[in-house]
């Protein structure tokens, strides 16, 4: 950064690129608070140019240069430290790398663009001597990205499960209140209030969630940022049935994003799972976040919060800054970088993955069918641990059970076999179980 000084203290100049609901939050918060953060930090921090298509009439943009050529923000030799909060990933990539070229430091909230762009990103970044902060990228509010890398710092993490997409979690709540309609009705809801896009597949498919894991393991375990590489499954395939057996047998389902090190490698999946009702995870609902992080010396540990919006997610992008000027300030170079040089094992298929199962069945009702099917499970070596059988009737009766721990290819091979009984009437839905193994 440029040595540039105002009433004494030394002055990092901000430059903000889209001034959307986070954009302006994160202005807003800027001037808001410009004294409290000059007292904390012993720097003054002022946002002297704006990129964004149009005004926000939040923002008194008075004083402060507006461009509505975002690069023009990249390119402006005054500024320090780059915000970029246009979302997308090409023209984000474009202007992060404009930035980085021209020795600015970057701030983002831009979780598509991390777990896509950012291998190459960061090591450009390395390169030019600047950093990229990125903790307003995943989980909104909840500080995530610190707590790993800085206060689990002396740690050996073993795995993290999180419900880090307020949609399908608000979805999934509002699915388990009583006269629910089902999934389409609880979508409705949600776009209705906000909560869901009028094309919820990014959310609802799991994509935004797998995404965020991207970044949560690559922090954990030095995982490559290659978001492809994680297994996603959206929440469509439950329907209430499925929350009321659930909830019977003494789980919640939600949506869930886990890594964790497993026996061949690092397990990367996104999927909707049931998890015990006494668990921490099972008390999340509605919009919230949270992540259950486990290591070896701070044992289990969980972090809860709004997980997007413009105050939460204004304070980690703030914080971020501020971190920036710290660093420079103290002359520690380079810091906020995902840890690519200790690369973790190879990403786990899903089908070695381990974990108990939720199996769900229509089977005729008759004798024997249920002693056939338990045959099938044993010769599999799976036990069942849970059991709902009921009547509907019609000579039709369901069966639900949660297995014990079991290689999912394993699991899969028991299904096949048992869906090809002449008894059974129906494809099996199976949901996996957070397990601790």
């Known amino acids: 950064m440029n ?25 807003n918060l800027l001037r808001r608070n410009a004294r409290e953060i000059e007292r904390k930090v012993g720097a003054a921090i002022e946002v002297i140019h704006v990129g964004c298509r149009r005004d926000h009439p939040d923002c008194d943009l008075t004083d402060v240069k507006v461009s509505r050529d975002i690069f023009e923000v990249a390119r402006d030799p005054d500024v320090d430290i780059l915000i970029e909060l ?94 629910a309609k089902g999934y389409e009705a609880a979508l409705s809801e949600a776009q209705e209030k906000g909560y869901a896009e009028a094309d919820p597949t990014f959310d609802v498919e799991g994509i935004d969630a797998a995404h965020k ?48 090190l497993g026996r061949d490698g690092v397990e990367l999946r996104v999927h909707p799972a049931l998890v015990s009702n006494k668990a921490l995870l099972a008390q ?18 969980m972090y809860y919060g709004a997980g ?38 190879t990403v786990m298929d899903i089908m070695d993955t381990v974990c108990p199962h939720y199996l769900k069945l229509i089977a005729e009702d008759v004798p024997g069918v249920m002693a056939r099917i338990s045959s099938v499970l044993g010769n599999h070596n799976i036990s069942i641990e849970a059991l709902i059988q009921k009547d509907l009737g019609e000579g039709r009766a369901p069966i639900v059970m949660i297995t014990n721990q079991v290689k999912e ?16 009437t129906s494809p099996i839905k199976h949901i996996r179980v957070l397990g601790s193994g």
Do not use: W
Not at 308 to 331: E, F, K
């Open 213 to 260: 894991l991207t970044i949560l393991s690559s922090i954990a375990f030095g995982t490559p940022l290659n978001f492809k590489d994680v297994y996603t499954q959206g929440i469509s395939i439950v329907d209430i049935e499925d929350i009321q057996y659930a909830g019977e047998l003494g789980y919640r389902i939600k949506h869930l994003a886990i890594t964790r």
């Open 3 to 27: 040595t540039v000084e105002q009433n004494g203290l030394s002055l990092k100049r901000i430059g903000i690129c889209g001034l959307g609901t986070v954009g302006s939050g994160t202005y």
């Open 308 to 345: 997007a919006g413009a105050g939460p997610t204004a304070s980690s992008v703030v914080a971020d800054v501020i971190d920036i000027v710290r660093n420079d300030t103290v002359g520690v170079p380079n810091r906020g970088f995902v840890n690519e040089k200790e690369q973790a094992g």
């Open 86 to 179: 246009i979302g997308g990933v090409d023209a984000a990539c474009d202007l992060v790398m404009e930035a980085i070229e021209n020795g600015k430091h970057v701030v983002t909230a831009n979780k598509a663009l991390i777990a896509e762009k950012g291998e190459m990103l960061f090591s450009l970044a390395e390169e030019k001597g600047v950093q990229i902060k990125f903790e307003a990228s995943v989980c909104g509010g909840i500080p995530i990205v610190k707590a790993i890398r800085e206060g689990l710092v002396a740690n050996h993490i073993t795995g993290l499960a999180g419900i880090i997409n307020g949609t399908t979690n608000y979805i999934l709540t509002e699915m388990e209140k009583p006269g």
């Open 284 to 301: 999340v609902n509605g919009v919230m976040n949270a992540v259950m992080v486990t290591s070896d010396a701070a044992g289990s540990t």
């Open 409 to 424: 290819s394993v699991l899969m091979n028991a299904v096949t076999e048992i869906e090809s009984l002449t008894y059974v």
